[in-house]
């Protein structure tokens, strides 16, 4: 048997072996990418082969969190696409504007840069007294450190650069205090914000939502796990609510697309319709 072979057995083993074990689901992640993402992990690891990992993996909850750190991809960044936050600005906040209570969904947050983002982004709307924003991801890691709020201070410069070009209304550096070669984003943003474990593969939906963010963590997923989140979202999301995607992602062919209504070309902003009507029988 061929040596690559032999791996994508091991590894089916291996994401079996985690399944049964912590009961995280990768078995329906695209198959090229987290073939590179385990290689990758193996090669840093001191594991000569997957098999020789897998009874490490099983047995020691640290060995499988430097295996989950090393398959899941958590970068982010501070209004990451500037023009999706313009457009959310510009055409959804005025629907935001009509609610009394605003929910908002972020699946798969990594480290919540896109959490803060928000949560400034609503601050200068007049919005963050009645928004929530449930912020979730499957790696417990990542959530400490978005639970923190504390960012290195080299990459302000580039968030302060999407924060001008997504629409910001003030001086980035009103949002954080420097401390040595960190940036801390301030508390008051974090108030109406609640960070929780989550996962999109295994969980159930997270109730009644007014908008869900689930930007770039769909393109890690084969189309059949992709059929189940987008199925999950639009249980949560109440007619007139928002799905918001990453610019690579869309619901384009899959079976919620007739529910909702693209806001602005590959923006991949999406409404959902307001159910039609019964039609009632005139005697
Ligand atoms: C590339 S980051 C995207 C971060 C942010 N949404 C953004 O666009 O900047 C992808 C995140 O999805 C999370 N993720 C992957 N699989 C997941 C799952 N099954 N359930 C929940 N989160 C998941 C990863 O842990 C990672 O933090």
Redesign the pocket.
């Known amino acids: 048997m061929r040596e690559d072979e032999l791996f994508d057995i091991e590894m089916r083993l291996l994401l079996d072996g985690v399944r049964l074990v912590y009961g995280h689901d990768f078995t329906e992640y695209a198959e090229a990418s987290i073939r590179r993402r385990v290689t990758q992990w193996l090669s840093s690891s001191k594991f000569a082969t997957l098999s020789e990992a897998q009874a490490q993996v099983l047995r020691d909850p640290e060995v499988f969190d430097s295996l989950l750190r090393g398959i899941?991809?958590?970068?982010?960044?501070m209004f990451?696409d500037p023009h999706f936050f313009k457009v959310f600005r510009q055409q959804v906040i005025p629907y935001l504007k009509t609610w009394p209570f605003v929910k908002i969904w972020?699946?798969?947050?990594?480290t919540g840069?896109?959490a803060y983002s928000l949560a400034i982004l609503l601050e200068e709307e007049g919005l963050a007294e009645r928004c929530r924003i449930y912020a979730?991801?499957?790696?417990g890691a990542?959530l400490e450190t978005a639970r923190k709020g504390i960012y290195h201070l080299r990459d302000m410069q580039r968030y302060t650069r999407n924060y001008l070009a997504s629409g910001g209304r003030a001086s980035f550096s009103d949002y954080y205090s420097a401390l040595y070669d960190h940036a801390i984003m301030a508390s008051r943003l974090a108030e109406r914000m609640v960070f929780a474990a989550?996962?999109?593969?295994t969980d159930a939906g997270f109730g009644e939502m007014h908008v869900v963010?689930c930007?770039?963590?769909l393109i890690?997923f084969k189309p059949s796990l992709k059929e189940r989140v987008l199925r999950l979202f639009n249980g949560c999301i109440l007619s007139g609510g928002f799905l918001c995607l990453?610019v690579k992602e869309t619901i384009d062919g899959r079976d919620v697309a007739c529910q909702y209504d693209e806001l602005a070309p590959n923006i991949r902003i999406y409404r959902k319709r307001y159910e039609a009507p019964e039609k009632k029988t005139v005697r």
Do not use: I, W
């Open positions: 899941t991809v958590n970068v982010s960044e990451r972020l699946a798969g947050c990594a840069e896109e979730t991801d499957l790696n990542v989550h996962s999109l593969a963010f930007r770039n963590v890690y990453g």
